[in-house]
């Protein structure tokens, strides 16, 4: 590689970092403020108070919770779309990564039921990236009408294989409404522009497909919970 083509690597690499920071900065802004607020009304959850302002302050938790989820989302999205996202690759369990699906769904006011598969599943992606594009999904899918429960799970996979597909379907067979693919669509970027796709049925399902490499329970790989964590 010559002199130049090295610095102008190299000066590229450094915008996209400046672009990083830059927006990552502004969210911690953003996102500051919205925690103040999350944490007051996890205070007020748990006062006494009469029903009608307990389903008041129920209504307004879930809808700052959903709130501060489309800011990450937004954040991923400005992120991705600049070349200025960083994936935090580690191996996981995508049974637990479903289940925390489900809990933080349930927050937010919409039941998703984890559907484990039979024997653990590894992989090694973002796992928080994978979470938030979820949710996102699990949110949309929140709002149709007379869909029943939603269930997320994983299709069937072994080690060796370089893609996840993770699949969100109603309980009942219900046609799109007009303007569904909006809601879907800050997901259907995020996942081309990693490489993966979102297929969206033609009734009542999805499927996420995303790059990640699977791994044995038993090849010595650590395996991390959902966040990160062991």
Same mark, same amino acid.
């Given at each position: 590689?010559?002199?130049?083509?090295?610095?102008?690597?190299?000066?590229?690499?450094?915008?996209?970092?400046?672009?990083? !920071?830059?927006?990552?900065?502004?969210?911690?802004?953003?996102?500051?403020?919205? /925690?103040?607020? %999350?944490?007051?009304?996890?205070?007020?959850?748990?006062?006494?108070? =009469?029903?009608?302002?307990?389903?008041? *302050?129920?209504?307004?938790?879930?809808?700052?919770?959903?709130?501060d989820a489309h800011l990450g989302d937004l954040a991923t999205l400005m992120l991705i779309q600049t070349g200025?996202?960083?994936?935090?690759? $580690?191996?996981?369990? $995508?049974?637990?990564?479903?289940? +925390?699906?489900?809990?933080?769904?349930?927050?937010?006011?919409?039941?998703?039921? #984890? /559907?484990?598969? *039979?024997?653990? $599943?590894?992989?090694?992606? &973002?796992?928080?990236?994978?979470?938030?594009?979820?949710?996102?999904?699990?949110?949309?899918?929140?709002?149709?009408?007379?869909?029943?429960?939603?269930?997320?799970?994983?299709? +069937?996979?072994?080690?060796? =294989?370089?893609? %996840?597909?993770? *699949?969100?379907?109603?309980? !009942?067979?219900?046609?799109?409404? /007009?303007?569904?693919?909006?809601?879907? @669509?800050?997901?259907?970027?995020?996942?081309?522009?990693?490489?993966?796709? @979102?297929?969206?049925?033609?009734?009542?399902?999805?499927? %996420?497909?995303?790059?990640?490499?699977?791994? &044995? #329970?038993?090849?010595? /790989?650590?395996?991390?919970?959902?966040?990160?964590?062991?």
């Amino acid at each position: 590689m010559s002199e130049r083509a090295r610095t102008e690597t190299q000066a590229s690499a450094d915008d996209a970092a400046d672009v990083s !920071k830059a927006i990552r900065a502004l969210m911690h802004d953003m996102r500051s403020p919205m /925690q103040a607020i %999350l944490s007051s009304l996890d205070v007020l959850d748990d006062a006494s108070m =009469d029903a009608a302002a307990k389903r008041g *302050v129920g209504r307004l938790h879930r809808s700052a919770l959903a709130l501060d989820a489309h800011l990450g989302d937004l954040a991923t999205l400005m992120l991705i779309q600049t070349g200025a996202h960083v994936e935090r690759a $580690v191996a996981f369990e $995508v049974g637990a990564l479903l289940e +925390e699906v489900g809990e933080l769904s349930a927050r937010a006011g919409v039941c998703v039921l #984890a /559907q484990k598969p *039979v024997d653990p $599943v590894f992989a090694v992606a &973002d796992p928080l990236l994978i979470r938030a594009m979820l949710l996102r999904l699990a949110h949309a899918f929140g709002k149709l009408s007379g869909a029943g429960a939603i269930t997320v799970s994983v299709r +069937e996979a072994g080690p060796g =294989d370089s893609s %996840l597909s993770l *699949v969100l379907q109603c309980a !009942k067979d219900v046609p799109w409404p /007009q303007g569904f693919g909006q809601r879907l @669509l800050p997901v259907r970027v995020m996942a081309e522009a990693l490489g993966g796709e @979102l297929d969206v049925k033609e009734h009542s399902s999805v499927v %996420l497909t995303l790059p990640a490499r699977l791994e &044995d #329970a038993l090849d010595g /790989q650590s395996a991390t919970g959902p966040l990160g964590h062991a």
